[in-house]
């Protein structure tokens, strides 16, 4: 469904009025959501659909998933948090995983950004330039 841009627009007021002092408040979500749904404006539900895609994204902007090939220590856990902390700003939720996959080295997914520093990745590139 094409989205107009009046419903855009409204939908980005919307987005930007849920967030105090830089951070989403989910009771603010719930609010608008609740305030758009009993006013229905015209154009709502593209309203609501394109309100959606952006809580998306914003949630997974705040999202680390950090994958390595053994578990990591409390140690390099705390010191990957304060430096992902340090580059994307404070109230980033970070999830630990296994994948042994990756032979040694960390991948990191942010949203859309990856830093992926794996031996397997390493190895790909490397095969690549043969």
């Not at 990756?102 to 390493?122: C, E, H, K, P, T």
């Amino acid at each position: 469904m094409k989205i107009g841009k009046l419903s855009r627009r409204e939908a980005k007021q919307l987005f930007r009025s849920t967030f105090v002092n830089g951070a989403m408040d989910h009771g603010r979500v719930r609010q608008a959501v609740t305030a758009i749904i009993s006013k229905k404006p015209r154009g709502y539900v593209a309203i609501l659909n394109h309100f959606q895609r952006l809580l998306k994204l914003e949630e997974a902007r705040r999202l680390a998933k950090v994958e390595s090939a053994t578990a990591l220590g409390g140690d390099q856990q705390t010191s990957v948090r304060n430096e992902l902390a340090r580059t994307y700003g404070p109230g980033l939720n970070v999830v630990f995983s296994e994948n042994p996959a990756l032979l040694g080295g960390l991948r990191i997914q942010v949203g859309s950004d990856v830093y992926d520093g794996s031996v397997q990745a390493r190895l790909a590139q490397l095969e690549e330039s043969f």
